[in-house]
């Protein structure tokens, strides 16, 4: 299910932070949410805009792309991949209050971060057009409950850098997200609901009013764990990466790393596949 540039244009888009286990301290970001309480101990942090259609800032630019990732290397910068998978929800309205929130459709994402201090996580994020990654290719979600085509699915990352090929990513079920299926949908209504201006976070129910509710929007789940060679490495110019949300049961780990490292055509990849290239601006 193909969306047209202009669909995608005028779909808000959403990041989940804190909904794996230890990435926020592999990305050195856990001490900006020391002061944000949760519900649990494995509940995510929080709701973070990344894009928000006519916004007078900078979140009302354009930052996807399915092709290269641009920033600007004339000062050294730490740039690292987040491979996520990105959700279609379609929201319900009690008045102004989001009463349900439906999963229609994934696909691979890369929620490429500036590893720089900055007040909002969403500052950090979307630095212009080109500065995250969002795959062309969505697939439809039978039902966002166990026994549901997600169950299968896996989420895992490379890079290509001078030739060699290395896993970024830590290859993880999709299952492995703290809050997943139900738990995360109850979970995101809440919190579009009541979260309040905090910290690195954003007020979202005066974001959902200023875009009069909207009735879809895409929220991106978080980033998994990162290999070793993810945690130190930072993206340079020239680098490839690769983000797959795959189904075991149908490619392998090995053949999409055999495919990603000769450059093959992913357009008629079975899952979502996301490759870009590290541009300087």
Known sequence: ?????????????????GNFADHLNQAGEASDFVNVKTEDQLAPKGIFP????GDSSFLGVYPFCNLVIRADFSQPIKLQAEPEISVLFEL???????SQ??????????????????????????WGAASTGLS?????????????????????????????????????PVLSYSYFYQKLADWVVKTLNQQKEAGPLEDLPVLLAQMNYPKQIIITLGATRYTDFGESHFLQPGDQV????????????????????????????????????????
Not at 1 to 17: D, W
Not at 92 to 98: L, M, S, W
Not at 263 to 279: H, K, P, R, Y
């Open 242 to 281: 690769g983000v797959f949300v795959y189904d075991p049961q149908k490619v392998t780990l090995e053949q999409i790393r055999q495919d990603f490292s000769q450059d093959n055509d992913f357009s008629d990849f079975s899952g979502s596949a996301l490759v870009q290239t590290i541009e300087a601006s």
């Open 101 to 126: 929130a439906r999963a229609r459709a994934f696909s691979a994402f890369n929620d490429c971060s500036l590893r720089w201090p900055a007040a909002k996580i969403s500052q950090k994020k979307n």
């Open 92 to 98: 319900d309205y009690d008045g102004k209050q989001v």
């Open 1 to 17: 299910m193909p969306f047209q540039l202009k669909e995608l244009q005028a779909l808000p888009v959403f990041g989940i932070a």
């Open 50 to 53: 990344i894009y928000i259609p």
């Open 136 to 172: 062309e290719q969505w697939l439809e979600i039978d039902q966002f409950s166990a026994g549901g085509v997600l169950d299968h699915y896996h989420l895992c990352c490379f890079i290509k850098r001078d030739h060699q090929v290395y896993e970024y990513g830590v290859d993880s």
